[in-house]
């Protein structure tokens, strides 16, 4: 990147605590009332940005009163008393700017969240017709809740922002909340992430100690702590905290609620991003079940149920059984939302995604295409949602060899990346390893090179030497190298990914089974058969265990098997092998897909050296 111009101020990184600081200050010298709305997950960052706009509105001659909602209140009590303390700061001190917090815990247990909520989507005009300038702090935890409630919460506010940069809070008596893992995506600060998850297992033991209820352990402490190493991919620490968690959730004996279906979801999805889905499925299960007896089928969260077992399927190669309820999920989300809401275009997403890994590209591309427009209609163009749409679409089109359109929305994605997160994300080394990936695909292996440096470099430097995605960058830098006859730098590379994955996944997980089919491939390109073929077996009888017998991966290792038996002359071992890849492959891809006309003239060939015909 090129250096600025001298007399160029540097850009605010959007989402910091400086430029979210300025925004607010600017808004509240422009506009004589309203109400923005803005998004955060640390309350300490919280904190930091309200001191930092109490000084910007004091250089303007103008106050800022903070006002902390009571915990566990009744909804209309809590929206009488808010009202009550808004009137009187407009008639003491006009053209103010008022600060309101404590959303997440305000709302008495006794009353369900949506109907507290929309007793205040009731009082809406109350609190609109003010003349003050208010700002609303909510997680995104409630928020998720709050646009089931009242789907058009956004045309209450004239801005809604998102504070991204996180900091950690040291202090013993600093509150934590909740993380949304609506958005599948990794923290913003890794080390962060990791400080918090650790501070959260401390602070529950302490909360526990001093009489917490269970709701509150679970919600505020176990869960966030959990999806914080999710993060950071600190999988043995994860695998060690669920143990805990498994223990205590049992221990408390929770009655049916939709808290407790919630918690069995959340943990689900944890198991199945540690591979371990039989695990997930029945909790999967019970938290659907949950859901459809205490809400109604007609439920937002029934819908996000839905979805999650469509996507544990999905991980599972399980097709046939996902795509109903991705359907369903779709379905639901459009009756209870309407067609102009963020899930909706989430659920087109997933279930574009299933009809890709099929090979039924003619009924992804409609809707990734409508997906795409959907969320930059609602959520605008510099949004990171819309940077996974672009990345989905590009991903399909290259599937599909039609490399010239995606290139161009590969680029896009990274540049909305780069713009809206920075230049050291995650994200953004995960666009720079997809389009060193089309590159490498075109054979255009000088100029994917440097992007998989790059993109392993940032993956090191963000996440530290033991991540998975630093595995993932090692394994696809050893795949360019293959490819270019490099074999002693491909192999080294290989090994290396190969031992990552075992001490941070362990044993038994899909990437460690990958990673065995991948240097066993190297070994038979160079001929190296005895080393290959343990290989292939480990990785074939790993995939069985874990992914069952009927998973696209079981097929690709019963094919590679089956090449090195036919060019050992062992041809009478490779046909069973061959055979039932391909009754796999037909199956799951249909009997013209390319993967499955390989597999079919493999087992031909076969069959004529065998003299079988």
């Known amino acids: 990147?090129?250096?600025?111009?001298?007399?160029?101020?540097?850009?605010?990184?959007?989402?910091?605590?400086?430029?979210?600081?300025?925004?607010?200050?600017?808004?509240?010298?422009?506009?004589?009332?309203?109400?923005?709305?803005?998004?955060?997950?640390?309350?300490?960052?919280?904190?930091?940005?309200?001191?930092?706009?109490?000084?910007?509105?004091?250089?303007?001659?103008?106050?800022?009163?903070?006002?902390?909602?009571?915990?566990?209140?009744?909804?209309?009590?809590?929206?009488?008393?808010?009202?009550?303390?808004?009137?009187?700061?407009?008639?003491?001190?006009?053209?103010?700017?008022?600060?309101?917090?404590?959303?997440?815990?305000?709302?008495?247990?006794?009353?369900?969240?949506?109907?507290?909520?929309?007793?205040?989507?009731?009082?809406?005009?109350?609190?609109?017709?003010?003349?003050?300038?208010?700002?609303?702090?909510?997680?995104?935890?409630?928020?998720?809740?709050?646009?089931?409630?009242?789907?058009?919460?956004?045309?209450?506010?004239?801005?809604?922002?998102?504070?991204?940069?996180?900091?950690?809070?040291?202090?013993?008596?600093?509150?934590?909340?909740?993380?949304?893992?609506?958005?599948?995506?990794?923290?913003?600060?890794?080390?962060?992430?990791?400080?918090?998850?650790?501070?959260?297992?401390?602070?529950?033991?302490?909360?526990?100690?001093?009489?917490?209820?269970?709701?509150?352990?679970?919600?505020?402490?176990?869960?966030?702590?959990?999806?914080?190493?999710?993060?950071?991919?600190?999988?043995?620490?994860?695998?060690?905290?669920?143990?805990?968690?498994e223990g205590f959730l049992g221990s408390l004996k929770l009655k049916d609620s939709p808290t407790l279906a919630m918690s069995l979801d959340r943990l689900a999805h944890l198991y199945g991003a540690q591979g371990r889905y039989g695990e997930a499925e029945p909790l999967s299960r019970k938290a659907l079940a949950l859901r459809e007896r205490l809400l109604g089928t007609e439920h937002p969260s029934v819908a996000t149920s839905l979805n999650n077992l469509a996507e544990l399927y999905h991980s599972q190669g399980r097709y046939s059984e996902a795509e109903p309820l991705y359907v369903q999920a779709l379905a639901m989300t459009r009756r209870i939302l309407g067609e102009e809401h963020p899930d909706v275009a989430t659920s087109l997403n997933n279930l574009a995604g299933l009809y890709h890994v099929q090979g039924c590209y003619s009924e992804a591309e409609p809707l990734f295409v409508q997906a795409l427009a959907m969320r930059r209609r609602i959520l605008g163009e510099e949004h990171p949602d819309v940077a996974q749409s672009l990345n989905n679409l590009a991903l399909l089109y290259y599937s599909q060899g039609r490399y010239s359109e995606a290139e161009p929305?590969?680029?896009?994605?990274?540049?909305?990346?780069?713009?809206?997160?920075?230049?050291?994300?995650?994200?953004?080394?995960?666009?720079?390893?997809?389009?060193?990936?089309?590159?490498?695909?075109?054979?255009?292996?000088s100029e994917a090179e440097p992007l998989y440096v790059q993109a392993l470099a940032m993956r090191r430097r963000i996440l530290g030497e033991e991540h998975p995605d630093v595995a993932t960058s090692l394994n696809n830098l050893a795949l360019l190298y293959y490819s270019q006859g490099r074999y002693s730098e491909a192999e080294a590379l290989y090994v290396q990914a190969l031992a990552m994955r075992r001490r941070i996944l362990g044993e038994e997980h899909p990437d460690v089974a990958q990673s065995f089919n991948n240097l066993a491939f190297l070994y038979k390109s160079q001929g190296r058969y005895s080393e290959a073929e343990p290989l292939y077996v480990q990785a074939l009888a790993m995939r069985r265990r874990i992914l069952g017998e009927e998973h696209p991966d079981v097929a690709q290792s019963l094919n590679n098997l089956a090449g090195l038996y036919k060019s050992q002359g062992r041809y009478s071992e490779a046909e069973p092998l061959f055979v039932r890849s391909l009754e796999i492959r037909e199956r799951k891809l249909g009997t013209e897909h390319p993967y499955t006309v390989g597999i079919r003239n493999g087992l031909e060939e076969v069959r004529r050296l065998m003299g079988g015909g």
């Open 1 to 245: 990147m090129e250096a600025s111009d001298a007399t160029q101020k540097p850009a605010l990184q959007p989402g910091s605590i400086l430029e979210l600081s300025k925004r607010l200050a600017l808004w509240a010298r422009r506009n004589p009332q309203g109400l923005v709305r803005v998004e955060y997950s640390s309350e300490f960052a919280r904190q930091r940005v309200v001191q930092q706009l109490q000084g910007l509105l004091a250089s303007h001659e103008m106050t800022l009163h903070e006002i902390s909602l009571p915990a566990y209140q009744e909804a209309e009590a809590l929206v009488l008393n808010l009202l009550e303390q808004l009137h009187q700061i407009a008639q003491d001190f006009p053209d103010s700017v008022v600060s309101i917090s404590g959303f997440a815990t305000a709302f008495s247990h006794q009353e369900p969240l949506p109907d507290a909520l929309r007793t205040v989507n009731f009082n809406r005009d109350k609190f609109a017709d003010l003349p003050l300038k208010q700002i609303w702090w909510m997680t995104p935890a409630l928020m998720q809740t709050v646009i089931h409630a009242m789907p058009d919460l956004n045309s209450w506010f004239s801005q809604r922002l998102q504070l991204t940069e996180s900091i950690l809070d040291t202090s013993a008596n600093a509150p934590f909340l909740s993380i949304d893992r609506s958005i599948d995506r990794p923290s913003t600060n890794i080390n962060d992430a990791y400080d918090r998850a650790h501070h959260l297992i401390r602070q529950f033991e302490t909360a526990k100690q001093a009489g917490a209820t269970a709701e509150d352990l679970l919600t505020t402490y176990l869960l966030p702590a959990l999806e914080a190493l999710a993060d950071v991919g600190a999988q043995k620490e994860l695998r060690d905290l669920t143990g805990q968690f």
């Open 409 to 445: 929305l590969y680029v896009q994605a990274l540049a909305l990346k780069r713009r809206i997160l920075g230049e050291e994300h995650p994200d953004v080394a995960t666009s720079l390893n997809n389009l060193a990936g089309l590159y490498y695909s075109q054979g255009r292996y």
